[in-house]
């Protein structure tokens, strides 16, 4: 059985028997959607809007090329399989590997927890990102968790996770003129910046 949320981006969760990772590399073609599986359940997300990718090219653009020039840090966007404790796979849409923790990433995905994931909220299912994902996040033991959220144009930073309590013990909310900062990576980027430029701003 699949429940449908009907909104711009859709996500689809799978009611059927426990998915993993083999089950996830046998049964799901390639087609373009994002399937993640957490805790067990199956989570399908169709493509997001224009804005959301032009946003994640702004991770890209402002954080992860120069962290990877100064070899700080090696990156990865959506699609991408992200193997972890309750998370097998999830395809976040930011991801950054310090360069000393670089032995997680090996055939063809990344096994281990990353230093830094970054989500972009989509009208259609917020609380994909805000609640499933955060506590998933932190049980995993992500260190830190940005929250990018284009309709108000702000970062949610969350930071010490707790993994009995299955969330962060350490939030911040960044406006857009603000700078965002990150616990193991010298960055500093005004916050205005990632939602800047783009030529069609619907979310």
Partial sequence: MINTLAQPTITLRSLDAEWDYARWERELADDGSRYEIIDGVLYVTTAPSFFHQWII???????????????????????????????????????????????????????????????????????????????????????????????????????????ALSDYTATQLLSSDEMLSAQYFPIGVRIAGLFAGAPDTTV
């Fill in 57 to 163: 090219t702004r991770l890209l653009l402002y954080i992860a090329i120069p962290l990877e020039q100064q070899g700080l840090a090696f990156s990865a966007i959506a699609p991408v399989g992200l193997l972890m404790p309750g998370c097998d796979p999830v395809q976040p849409d930011f991801v950054l590997v310090r360069h000393d923790n670089a032995s997680i990433i090996a055939d063809r995905r990344i096994r281990g927890v990353p230093d830094l994931i970054a989500e972009v909220l989509s009208p259609g299912n917020p609380e994909q990102d805000t609640d499933l994902k955060r506590r998933a996040y932190a049980r995993a033991g992500v260190p830190e968790y940005w929250i990018v959220r284009p309709q108000t144009r702000d970062v949610l930073v969350c930071r010490a996770p707790d993994e």
